[in-house]
């Protein structure tokens, strides 16, 4: 699929940027912009960035204004300011998140990836972090601006998602627990299939917490300024719906419910001989997340030998399940994958990124927060980071073999990919960009200077690249960097001078002013 032209949109439905000409290409002659923006600022270190970040970097103060009530964000000087509130939690997510912690279980490891609908500026996703929870924060544009990119800024995980035609970019079963916090979202209309779609992504027995009307609707309904005729129909609709999705409602309190997914189909296959819709989805991929259509219908679990067991495999609580060989990870023994490649493939990944600290050092110390693997095969780059205090966002290209479920199943996130288009994200969102033979995957798909320049457009202007893949094609791409006033130097790979694999660093961390 070739790289979209302006006025097209992508995945995630932000319009694709157009490129800018190199030096000696039709229309060039002068060096690369740099990427940063007038007056932008070093970016605040991890993790002081949890509560304040520069205003320069992130210029938009419309946002202060308009949800001033529900204490978004305020502008505080060169500074803004984030006090943790959100529209159902003005007082602060940090209680918020206390509330929901009363019926779903935070603390115990078995909730590690979350995936949040309508983000914010990120609020809900920080405080999780308190519990060792890592949330996927998914917004569009629209009219509270770049709420993405002051999330991304905060040094939080987040990316431009909205619930429209496509599939979210993400494989079945991905996430322990789903949130939307007056995202306005219309869950019950087009037969359901924006709530079909988050039953896709949820693990089974997965949680997912809506806060908001129309919950709770006979106490609320005078503050949301909607009639209670139509606030009790869309919530009697909302509990037919998950009802429908065999989910079982475990709490309703003040403006909050929970719902819980059932960990396998059994019984929800007998239910749905009874029912005219929905029903199972018939020949769909379910891990297929990529330009591929939603369709009204449940994504079926993975068929189970007794009622007792969980679809798909049980998983590990985390921390543990980030270095054990995941379920799917075992299901695929069939198609011929030893697990030893599994832990092979971790201990690769310890003793390159040991190789890479000689040469990118700042890892203990907050300055690379925002991390992104382009190519993240197993996520054994980000388990080989985990030790450290960052965030990695592992990208799996659709065309590529579909390891993403792996990845999520390890306690990480990510998402798919084509880098012939552009990543959905704001510029100069990413601290450190790995990207481990990308060119030579995508030499006769696109051209590699499409992909840099994507590259140069994500990263900050403090940032680094590591660029590892065969000499004679990271020759190449050291010519094109060089051309973009980017300084790298070319390295042997840990396995010695005469592997043909080479190592291109890129380090542009002298800090702004």
């Known amino acids: ?126 405080h999780l ?23 991304l800024e905060r040094g939080l995980p987040a990316m431009l998602g909205i619930l429209s035609i496509h599939r979210l970019p993400f494989p079945s079963r991905s996430f322990d627990m789903a949130h939307c916090s007056r995202c306005l979202v219309p869950w019950t209309e087009y037969d359901g299939l924006y709530l079909l779609e988050i039953d896709r992504v949820l693990r089974p027995g997965g949680y997912w917490v809506l806060s908001g009307p129309p919950i709770n609707w006979r106490a609320n309904s005078k503050g949301w300024k909607r009639g209670t005729r139509d606030l009790e129909k869309e919530q009697a609709t909302l509990e037919d719906l998950a009802g429908r999705l065999c989910w079982k409602k475990i709490a309703e309190q003040e403006t909050v419910a929970v719902w819980r ?62 270095l054990v060989a995941p379920p799917r990870m075992r299901n695929m023994l069939s198609k011929q994958i030893d697990l030893k490649i599994f832990y092979l493939d971790n201990q690769l990944w310890n003793r390159r990124v040991g190789h890479y600290e000689k040469f990118i050092g700042s890892l203990p110390d907050g300055k690379y927060r925002n991390i992104m693997d382009m190519n993240a095969g197993f996520g054994g780059f980000a388990a080989a980071l985990s030790k450290y205090p960052v965030w990695v966002m592992n990208v799996v290209p659709f065309d590529a073999n579909n390891t993403l479920g792996i990845i999520y199943e390890r306690g990480l996130i990510g998402t798919y990919m084509n880098w012939c288009e552009a990543f959905s994200t704001y510029p100069r969102t990413y601290d450190l960009i790995h990207a481990d033979r990308i060119f030579s995957m995508y030499m006769d798909k696109c051209d590699i200077v499409d992909i840099l320049l994507e590259m140069h457009r994500v990263l900050r202007p403090e940032g680094a690249l590591i660029i590892r893949d065969n000499v004679d094609v990271i020759v190449k791409v050291k010519n094109v960097a060089e051309r973009m006033s980017w300084n790298g130097t070319i390295q042997h790979c840990e396995r010695g001078p005469h592997h043909p694999e080479k190592v291109l660093f890129i380090d542009n961390s002298e800090p702004l002013s």
């Open 261 to 322: 997914k059932p960990t396998n189909h059994v019984h929800c296959s007998q239910k749905m001989k009874a029912w005219k819709s929905p029903h199972f989805c018939g020949a769909l991929e379910p891990d297929s997340g990529w330009y591929k259509k939603m369709e009204p219908c449940i994504t079926p679990l993975p068929k189970v030998k007794s009622i007792k067991d969980t679809s798909g495999g049980a998983l590990e609580k985390w921390p543990k399940r980030l």
């Open 1 to 126: 699929m070739p790289r979209p032209i302006k006025g097209e949109s992508t995945q995630c439905g932000e319009e694709v940027p157009p490129r800018a000409p190199l030096p000696g290409e039709r229309g060039g002659g002068g060096p690369v912009p740099d990427s940063a923006a007038e007056g932008y600022r070093g970016a605040v270190r991890w993790p002081e960035s949890r509560g304040s970040v520069w205003f320069a970097n992130v210029p938009f103060a419309r946002l202060a204004s308009y949800k001033k009530s529900q204490n978004w964000v305020r502008v505080e000087g060169d500074r803004l300011v984030f006090p943790g509130g959100g529209t159902s939690f003005p007082m602060g997510a940090k209680s918020y998140v206390s509330e929901i912690g009363r019926v779903v279980p935070l603390k115990s490891g078995l909730v590690r990836t979350v995936l949040d609908v309508g983000c914010g500026v990120g609020s809900f996703g920080a």
């Open 129 to 151: 972090m308190d519990f060792n929870i890592l949330t996927m924060s998914i917004a569009p544009r629209d009219i509270h601006e770049a709420q993405v990119q002051f999330a």
